[in-house]
């Protein structure tokens, strides 16, 4: 109908339009790849962790009497956690699995000659028998690994080194290994230390740390280690029964240390606030970004307001006048509808290739698959609603221009 | 002239309130979000021993076996930035250097003589002696050791302040005894307030890490058997661990390695002194790979540690673009403006008032846009810095208030940055005022007298 003067009106006063049109490509543009890296960063904070994490609490002893018997001291608090009413399984552990404090690396293979140039590395999880139990984590086959050894280690390195006859692993080490998925039962070489060990369970998941970065997925391929960690410093993982575990920490904390001589207790966290912790920098990162994506829309809408309201105000008298030669209210309705529409999509043209260009750096810069093409359609449609609703209130107010009004002088 | 021009700019701006608000809103929006991203950006890029750019260097040695299992970082090509016990003790012996220091981290438990006071687990730096003179370490009390207590080793310490205040009650406390894990040292020296930050010279565990609060002679690595608090990775398959002799004799990397050399000859001798020392060893079976032992100076040795960090740089990209967004937003409704008046300007042009009056008195009024829309934006972000500063606020394992000002001095604002603050708002109203002054300055008055 009316779009060729609609055009060559556009092109009269094309300044604000021009405008407005670059305001809304980088609009698409930062929305989009915000939206997909905030959406990224969410699937990272909620993958699961395999652990029953609302369940447990880990608390430090902290040995520092010179004949401090890390050996007994496990012993005594073990029978001693293990007994107390409400908890399903206690164990002594190398590494906080959710503690943010990272873990011990190591290089896997499956023939001795592999572990020479071994390609596979994996994260250790060093626990005393009942490790799984206290972690919490589903075994989807075998059973849990068994060790027999009752003198602790010197230190890090040589409690690794014992590294028991038989061990168990996430199915995801499982597979990478063994990729026929006949993991159990085989034996698994291990680099560093050139030990063999039978696996003897397959855990369904779990992840230990980091859970972002280049190591993110190193930390879901696990070997459960049964073993004693070296003192003075242990680490003790308490699962208990759903909603005991509160209680159970009270208790903890106000016994605990008298039970062995020359230690006290270094710190003690439920394993919530751990991997809380551990996620801050994602959840603050998506604020900050979620911030700047909704800021820049209401920027944008503003702009967009602005514009409409600008055109229908010098407009008034041209718009009496085609009023009362026969335009229809919703006529005039229409005409800065589709006026707006038509800047709205010529932005989004060109937000189209800026958001696909910002999109590429970013998938470099944070190892991102490429920005996927529903995202682009999302923020087409939402920035067409955007132009829309933000034109509404000035053309509804340029469709109630009386008629008259183009009769009189201003 | 410019008074009058200010106050026909007010005048003006309270005219249209609503949208001067919009406008100005906008403004701050932009500013706001650029000021706390490059906060964050300019707290991160921080250089903490600018006065010795140039002379300190950091020494990596490319230890690795021929392939690495496991995960490559984003730089393959990059030495690892730990060295190895054998090749710190080899270096060490070379004077070419005005100082050398080899260290690590490791962790002690200090038992206090204090009434009241419980054990407690400290991270303890194991360093030679040049460390506090190398790195400038300000000292409140005392002084640092000296090489020859490195090799005794001697039962000394150097202390922070903050353990100071713990177990002396913040007096003088050198030549007093500390307790750790049972055996006895006395305190030499007690270290005043002092973070550098990013921690430049151990960025293993965390660029913003504090500075340990316990300083011990670095002979003591073999005489107590001291653990690693920090990484240890074994670079070679060959390696094989399995005690703490260990780790004093395989190819696993633990230590941090720094120089100080002044000249350009020494540089160069240096670099030369390793490469050789690298050739040598090559004849063992070692350093399998091609000569690629890089000695880089502080900025170098930040920016292949990554310290800044894509996430910093992804917001202050994204935080620009949000300003550019804010700067269009402002010049196409002031535009809109400007032209809406255009009868009134075609009239006070055709009474005498020249181009140039009408061009400066229209820039005025925006320039006041931007400036409201700065005071806004710095409000705004203090707000935001405030915020993070909540988000992003660790329970700290300990009582230590360093925990806080780290979080603290990463999220606040200084002078530069509230100065830069203004300056950006500033150009933002002249940015965006420009082209609609000058399209107002430009118009012809006949064409607005006639169709009045």
Known sequence: MQIRTLLKALWRNRTGPVLIAVQIAITLAVLVNIAYVVSVRIQAYRRPTGIDVHNIFWVQSQGFATDFDQSSALRTDLAYLNGIAGVIAAAATATIPQGGFGGIGMPFATTPEGVRAPKMGGAVQLMTNRGLEALGVKLIAGRAPHSDAVSPAPDMMGAIAQWAPEVAMTALLAHKLFPKGDALGKTLYTGLINK?????????????????????????????????????????????????????????????????????????????????????????????????AILVLAVTAIGIFGLAAFNVATRTRQIGTRRAVGARKRHILHYFLIENWLITTAGVVVGCILALALGAKLSVMFQLQRLPLYYLAFGVVALWLLGLGATLVPARKASSVAPAIATRTV | MLLHDLKLALRNLRRTPALTALTAGAIACGIAATMVTVTLYHARAGHPIWWKEGQLFAVTLDTRGPEQGGPQGPHPEYPPFLVTYRDAKALYRSDIPTRAVMMYRSARVVEPTRAG?????????????????????????????????????????????????????????????????????????????????????????????????????????????????????????????????????????????????????????????????????????RFVRPLNNRIVNVNTWLAMNDVIGDESRLQVGLAALFLAVCILNTLGLMLAKFLSGAPIIGLRRALGASRRDIMRQHLTEVVVVGVLGGLGGIVLSWLGLWAIRVLTYVPALDDDPAHLAIAQALSHMDATMLFVAVLVSLLTGIVAGLYPAWRIGRMQPALFLKSQ
């Open chain 2, 117 to 285: 006071l419980k054990p407690f687990n400290a991270l303890v730096r194991v360093t030679t002696a040049d460390f506090f003179s190398m790195f400038d370490v300000p000292f409140l009390y005392g002084s640092g050791w000296t090489r020859a207590a490195d090799e005794g080793p001697d039962p000394v310490i150097v202390i922070g302040r903050f353990l100071n205040n713990k177990l002396f009650g913040g007096a003088n406390s050198v030549g007093k005894l500390v307790s750790l894990n049972g055996h006895e040292f006395r305190v030499v020296g007690v270290i005043d307030n002092w973070m550098p930050q990013p921690r430049f010279y151990d960025l293993s565990t965390g660029a913003f890490d504090v500075p340990e609060y316990l300083y011990m002679p670095f002979g003591w690595t073999t005489a107590l058997k001291l653990d690693v608090a920090g990484n240890v990775n074994c670079v070679t398959p060959q390696a094989k661990v399995g005690s703490f002799n260990d780790l004093l004799t395989q190819d696993c990397v633990w230590l941090q390695y720094w120089v100080e050399m002044p000249t350009l000859a020494q540089r160069e001798k240096f670099q030369a002194f390793v490469d050789n020392y690298v050739r040598d060893q090559k004849q063992y079976g």
């Open chain 1, 196 to 292: 063999p060990a039978k696996i003897v369970g397959i855990v369904e998941r779990m992840q230990t740390a980091p859970i972002t970065g280049p190591f993110a997925d190193y930390a879901e391929r696990v070997v459960f280690v049964p073993g004693l960690p070296p003192g003075p410093s242990t680490f003790y993982l308490v699962r208990t029964q759903p909603g005991r575990r509160d209680e159970v920490m009270a208790q903890v904390e106000r016994s605990f240390a008298d039970k062995v001589p020359g230690r006290y207790i270094g710190h003690m966290e439920t394993l919530d606030q751990s991997a809380s912790n551990m996620r801050i920098g994602l959840r603050s990162s998506s604020i900050i970004l979620g911030a700047v």
